[in-house]
C-alpha cells in the first residue's frame, strides 16, 4: 500500500485492534448477516462505553471505522465476483480518512472498469448493496467507472474532493491505483482551480454564519473554525503535496505550537461530536440546546459558584474555534502563496525600519522585530489603523507575534511607548472593531488586556445573550462606529446625532470595551468592570475627569434601559430621579450612546422601535427636565392640570369644528374629570386628546364595547400598534382581552388601565406582530368586541406551541413586591420562563387573589421575561399587609412553575439563577 494510505492502524493500537477483531471463519452465508449485525451492534456499545471511561477519541474514531472495515470485507468477500469483472470497493469522504463517529453516514464507491464490468457483476453488486442496507448501516453508495469519476469530478467539486481522500477496502489495487493517479491529475481539476473553490467554499459557508465562531448552537462541522475548517485544510494540502505525501510532510510549515493546537482542537471537536452522536442517537452536528446539558455532564464538566458546566462547555469550544481559525486563515494564506503565486505588486512598500508592505498585506522587515523592539507588537496594529490599503497581515508575520507574545508583560502593558501607541489606535478615525478583532485574533488583546482575555470564550446560557462576552464587545465598539455613518441616520436618528457631538470619542470605546468586562466573575459586574476601567484609564494617563467619566459609564451602563424598559418616561417623578442621577448633559449624552450601542450588539431582535421610542423619550425628557433654569422639580398635580387644560382646548375647537356637534362643553369637563390622574400623565396630549374624543362620540351612539387599532407612530415606534378598548367594568376584563391578543399572534409590550368613573374602564395596549406578522385591524377589533360582549368568563385558550428553544431554559419564577409610596401603588415584579399565553395566565391569577391591575410593562430577555404590574387591592389601596403580600408571591410562583413543570421536557436544563444573571435588556 502506499503512503497515501488512510491507515487506520496509525491511531488504532494492536491491542485495541484485537478486542474488535471479526472472526467469520466456517461461517456460511445464511449465518453471515446476522453475525455481521451482532458484531457491529455489540462493538458500537464496546466504543460508546470506552467513551464513556474517557478512552482517546482518536482510537475510537479509527476502531470504529475498522469495524465497519471488516463487515464490508466480509460481505465483499461471500459474494461471487466475476473472475474477469476487476471491481474495487473503495471508502471515500470521512469514512476514507477513517473518521467514523456513531451515526456518520458511510460513503463508499463501487469503482468498476468499464459499462461491461458493471453488467457482468450486476447481481453481486445488487446483492451487496441489499446487504447494506439489510445491516442497517447509514451507506451512501455510488457505482462508477474511472471515466464517470473523472467526468462528474470536473463538474463537481465534492466529487473531487472525496477522491483525493480514499482508502481500499476490497477487490482490485490496481483499479484503485488508476483513481488515485487520476484524482490528483490536471485533467480532474488543476492546482488552482481546487484551491480556489475550496477557498470559495469556505468563504460562502462562513458567510452563512455571519463570519463568526460565535452561535448560541454552533454546528461542530460547518460553523467557522469547526471540522470543516481543519479538514478544508486537509484537502487542499493534500491535493498541493500529492498522492504520496505523508501526513507530517502535508503539514511540515506548521510549527510544533500550531501542530499542537490543531491536534488538541481537533480531539476536543471529535469528543463533542462523538458524544452528541451517542446522546441524540443520530447523525446529529449541531450543539443544540436540547443536548447541552447532557453532554456537559457527560464530558466531566461541573457547575460553578461562577458558571454553570453548560458555559465551560461552551467557553472551551469557542476558543478553539478561534485558535483553529486563526491557524486555518495562516495556512490558506500559505498556500495561496505557494499555489497561486506571488500577487502582482511583488516589490515590497517600505514604511519604516521595522515593517513594510507586500501585496497590500504587512509585514516585518525582519524577523527579530519584535524581539529587538517589543513596542513594534503594538505599532503593527497602529499601521492597520492608519493605513486602509493594508487588507491583513501575512502569515509569517502573524506567527512571529504569537512568538512574541510573551514579551507582553507588566512592563510592557506599563510603558509610555505602548500606551501611547494604544490610545493612539483608539484615536485615529478608522474601523476600529476590526482592528481590536486582529488583536483578539492574534491574541495580542488577551495579554495587552488581561480582563479582556478572562472573556473571551464567555458566555451566558440563556437566549438573550447570544454572543460570547468579548464577541458583544466588539460588536457594540462596530456599533459606535457605524453610528456616525449616514446609513444610521434613519435608524438610530437621536444616536447618530449625539456620536458626532461627543467630546474625546476615545473615551466612549472605552466604555464599551470596559462595560462588560467582569462578567463571569460574580457579584456586580458594572461595579467591578468601573475598577478595571479606572485602572485602565490611569495606566493610559488619561485626565482624572476624563476617568471619573469612563467609570461612570461602566458602573451605570445599565441604569438606562432599565429605567426606560421598566419604568414610565412619562411620569414626572421618574425623570428627576433619573436626571439626578446624571453629572451632567455631557453625562447623558455618553450614556445614550452607549446604551443604543449595548443594546444592539446584544440580540437582533432586541433593538426595535418601541425600545428605541422609550428611551429617546426618556432622554428627551431628561433633557427638558434639566434645562429648566428654575431646577424646581415639577409637581405630578401641575403636570396634570396643565395637560388637562391642554386637552379641554382641543376638544373645544375640535367640538366647534365638528358639524353637527357631538358633545358639548360639559361632557368634556365631565369625562376628564371622572378619568383617573394616571391618565393624563401618559401619551400625547393629541393622542389623550383623541380617544376622549373617540369615547364621547361613542358613548352617545352605543353602549357596547368600544375597540380601535392605530398605528403607535409617536416617539418613531413604527411598527407597533395601539389597541384602545373601553367598556363596562368586569372583573375579568384584563384576563379576556390579552388572551383575546395572544389568539391573534400579537405580542403585548405594556398595558395601561383606567378607570373611567365606577363603571366602564379604559385600557390602551401597545402590541406588535409576530415575526413582523400583523393581522388586519378589523379582525383584531372583531376579536375584542365578541369576547367582551361575552357574559362568559372564560377567554379564549391560547394554544400555541412552546417554541422548541425556550422548552430547555426553565427555572424557579421570582416574585417581588414592593410599595410605590408617591403613587400609592404596590409593584409587582414577575420573573419566569417566557411562554405563549403568559400575560394572559398573570391576569387570571391577579383577579383570582381579588388584586386591582392599573398597568404592565412587558419586558421578554430571550427565554425570560421581566415584568412589572402597578398594583392595588380591589378598592384601590396599597397592599400593605405582609401576609397578603405573601400569598400573592406565593400564589403567583406555584401555579407559574407547575406550568413550567408541565411544559418543560424531562431533560430540559434547569438553569440556577447566578449572581448578576437577570439583566434587563442589557
Known amino acids: 500500500m502506499t503512503p497515501d494510505h488512510f491507515s487506520i492502524q496509525r491511531h488504532l493500537p494492536a491491542h485495541l485492534a484485537g478486542k474488535f477483531h471479526l472472526k467469520t471463519e466456517n461461517i456460511g452465508a445464511p449465518e453471515l448477516l446476522p453475525l455481521l449485525k451482532e458484531f457491529l451492534q455489540t462493538s ?41 469483472a476487476k471491481t474495487t470497493l473503495v471508502a471515500v469522504g470521512g469514512y476514507g480518512r477513517a473518521e467514523l463517529f456513531p451515526h456518520t453516514d458511510i460513503d463508499v464507491l463501487v469503482l468498476v472498469e468499464s459499462d461491461e464490468t458493471m453488467e457482468m457483476a450486476r447481481q453481486p453488486l445488487e446483492r451487496f448493496v441489499a446487504s447494506l442496507w439489510d445491516l442497517k448501516l447509514d451507506v451512501g453508495h455510488s457505482v462508477r467507472t474511472l471515466g464517470d469519476c473523472s467526468e462528474q469530478a470536473r463538474t463537481d467539486i465534492t466529487i473531487a474532493t472525496n477522491l483525493i481522500e480514499t482508502r481500499r477496502l476490497a477487490g482490485n489495487e490496481l483499479l484503485f491505483e488508476l483513481l488515485r493517479v487520476q484524482a490528483f491529475s490536471d485533467e480532474v481539476c488543476s492546482e488552482k482551480a481546487f484551491f480556489q473553490a475550496k477557498v470559495d467554499e469556505q468563504a460562502e459557508r462562513h458567510q452563512r454564519y455571519s463570519e463568526s465562531e460565535y452561535n448560541l448552537e454552533p454546528n461542530i462541522k460547518t460553523c467557522p473554525g469547526a471540522l470543516r475548517d481543519i479538514q478544508t485544510i486537509g484537502w487542499i494540502a493534500r491535493r498541493h503535496a500529492g498522492p504520496e505525501a505523508t501526513q507530517e510532510e502535508r503539514f511540515a510549515i506548521l510549527t510544533d505550537e500550531e501542530s499542537r493546537i490543531l491536534d488538541e482542537g481537533e480531539e476536543y471537536l471529535w469528543t463533542l461530536r462523538y458524544g452528541l452522536q451517542m446522546l441524540a442517537g443520530r447523525n446529529e452536528n449541531r450543539l443544540l440546546f436540547d443536548h447541552q446539558r447532557g453532554l456537559a455532564k457527560l464530558l466531566g464538566y461541573e457547575d460553578t459558584d461562577e458558571s454553570l458546566a453548560i458555559e465551560s462547555l461552551m467557553k472551551r469550544y469557542y476558543r478553539f474555534a478561534m485558535a483553529l481559525g486563526e491557524i486555518n486563515d495562516v495556512l490558506i494564506q500559505h498556500f495561496s502563496e505557494e499555489i497561486l503565486g506571488p500577487g502582482p505588486e511583488s516589490e515590497p512598500e517600505t514604511i519604516n525600519r521595522r515593517f513594510r508592505i507586500r501585496d497590500n498585506y504587512l509585514e516585518v522587515t525582519d524577523p527579530q522585530i519584535f524581539a529587538q523592539s517589543p513596542y513594534a507588537l503594538t505599532e503593527v496594529f497602529v499601521l492597520l489603523a492608519q493605513r486602509p490599503e493594508i487588507k491583513g497581515i501575512r502569515a509569517g508575520t502573524i506567527r512571529n507575534i504569537r512568538a512574541h507574545l510573551h514579551l507582553i508583560d507588566h512592563r510592557f502593558r506599563n510603558s509610555l511607548a505602548n500606551t501611547s501607541l494604544f490610545m493612539e489606535i483608539l484615536r485615529t478615525p478608522h474601523a476600529l472593531h476590526e482592528t481590536l478583532s486582529a488583536m483578539r485574533k492574534y491574541g495580542f488583546l488577551a495579554r495587552y488586556l488581561p480582563e479582556f482575555g478572562n472573556i473571551i470564550g464567555q458566555m451566558q446560557h440563556d437566549l438573550f445573550h447570544i454572543y460570547t462576552v468579548d464577541a458583544h464587545t466588539l460588536r457594540v465598539v462596530r456599533n459606535m462606529i457605524q453610528l456616525a455613518d449616514a446609513e444610521s441616520a434613519e435608524s438610530y436618528p437621536l444616536a447618530h446625532w449625539l456620536i458626532q457631538r461627543l467630546p474625546k470619542i476615545e473615551l466612549l470605546y472605552i466604555a464599551g470595551l470596559y462595560h462588560d468586562i467582569a462578567k463571569g466573575r460574580g457579584g456586580d459586574h458594572s461595579e467591578l468592570g468601573a475598577v478595571d476601567a479606572e485602572a485602565f484609564c490611569r495606566r493610559h494617563h488619561l485626565s482624572q475627569r476624563d476617568t471619573s467619566l469612563v467609570c461612570w459609564l461602566v458602573e451605570n451602563h445599565l441604569l438606562m434601559s432599565m429605567t426606560a424598559q421598566r419604568k414610565d418616561p412619562s411620569d414626572p417623578d421618574v425623570i428627576q430621579l433619573f436626571a439626578s442621577r446624571m453629572h451632567s448633559q455631557t453625562h447623558l449624552d ?29 432622554y428627551t425628557e431628561t433633557v427638558r427636565y434639566m434645562r429648566r433654569s428654575t431646577g424646581r422639580p415639577l409637581k405630578r398635580s401641575d403636570w396634570v392640570l396643565a395637560t388637562q387644560a391642554e386637552v379641554k382646548d382641543m376638544l373645544r375647537h375640535q367640538r366647534q369644528t365638528a358639524s353637527p356637534a357631538t358633545y358639548t362643553d360639559e361632557d368634556i369637563d365631565s369625562i376628564c374629570s371622572a378619568m383617573e390622574d394616571s391618565f393624563f400623565m401618559q401619551d400625547s396630549t393629541a393622542d389623550i386628546a383623541w380617544q376622549i374624543h373617540t369615547i364621547l362620540n361613542h358613548r352617545r351612539l352605543s353602549d357596547t364595547p368600544l375597540v380601535k387599532v392605530k398605528e403607535a407612530k409617536d416617539g418613531g415606534a413604527e411598527g407597533f400598534f395601539k389597541v384602545f378598548v373601553y367598556t363596562g367594568v368586569r372583573d375579568d376584563l384584563f384576563a379576556v382581552s390579552t388572551a383575546t391578543l395572544e389568539v391573534l399572534n400579537l405580542n403585548i409590550v405594556e398595558a395601561r388601565l383606567h378607570s373611567v368613573g365606577d363603571n366602564t374602564k379604559l385600557i390602551q395596549f401597545v402590541v406588535s406582530g409576530t415575526n413582523g406578522e400583523f393581522p388586519q385591524k378589523n379582525r383584531i377589533v372583531s376579536a375584542l368586541t365578541d369576547a367582551l360582549e361575552k357574559k362568559s368568563g372564560k377567554e379564549q385558550v391560547v394554544s400555541r406551541r412552546i417554541p422548541r428553544q425556550l422548552k430547555f431554559f426553565r427555572f424557579p419564577t421570582e416574585v417581588t413586591i414592593s410599595s410605590d409610596t408617591t403613587h400609592e401603588r404596590t409593584i409587582v415584579e414577575v420573573v419566569t420562563p417566557d411562554r405563549p399565553g403568559l400575560l394572559a395566565r398573570l391576569a387570571r391569577i391577579f383577579q383570582s387573589e381579588n388584586i386591582r391591575l392599573h398597568s404592565a410593562r412587558i419586558v421578554t430577555l430571550g427565554e425570560r421575561v421581566e415584568d412589572v404590574f402597578m398594583v392595588t387591592s380591589a378598592d384601590g389601596k396599597v397592599l400593605t399587609e405582609a401576609e397578603s403580600c405573601r400569598a400573592l408571591q406565593e400564589s403567583i410562583s406555584q401555579q407559574l412553575d407547575e406550568d413550567n413543570r408541565q411544559d418543560a421536557p424531562q431533560h430540559a436544563d434547569q438553569s440556577p439563577n447566578l449572581n448578576d444573571r437577570s439583566q434587563p435588556l442589557r
Open 44 to 84: 458500537s456499545h464496546h466504543l460508546d462505553d470506552l467513551f464513556k471511561s474517557g478512552h482517546a477519541i482518536r482510537e475510537l474514531v479509527a476502531a470504529r471505522a475498522y469495524c465497519v472495515d471488516q463487515a464490508l470485507n466480509a460481505l465483499w468477500s461471500s459474494l461471487d465476483w466475476p473472475a474477469e
Open 590 to 618: 455618553f450614556l445614550y450612546v452607549l446604551t443604543v450601542c449595548d443594546i444592539s450588539a446584544t440580540n437582533p431582535t432586541l433593538w426595535n422601535n418601541w425600545r428605541a421610542a422609550l428611551l429617546r423619550q426618556l
